[in-house]
């Protein structure tokens, strides 16, 4: 696999689904889920962030002109 060029963390940080897992979760919590769906939502949860961590170990880095000089 060929790896993924993206903005280096210093110009712009990558940034983790935590805002998207709270936001499924309260919904979930509003509409009385069974158990079972808050199951199926953390397999969910786990899956795309063992994904996300593969996609930022395998990024190349590479720096914005006119950023993150110092």
Do not use: C, Y
């Amino acid at each position: 696999m060929k790896n993924l060029v993206v903005i280096k963390p210093s110009s712009l940080p990558p940034k983790l689904p935590l805002q998207l897992v709270a936001v499924i979760w309260l919904l979930l919590d509003r509409f009385d889920a069974p158990g079972w769906a808050f199951g199926v939502m953390w397999t969910l949860v786990v899956i795309l962030f063992i994904v996300v961590f593969a996609r930022l170990h395998r990024a190349q880095f590479k720096d914005v002109p006119g950023f993150g000089e110092e």
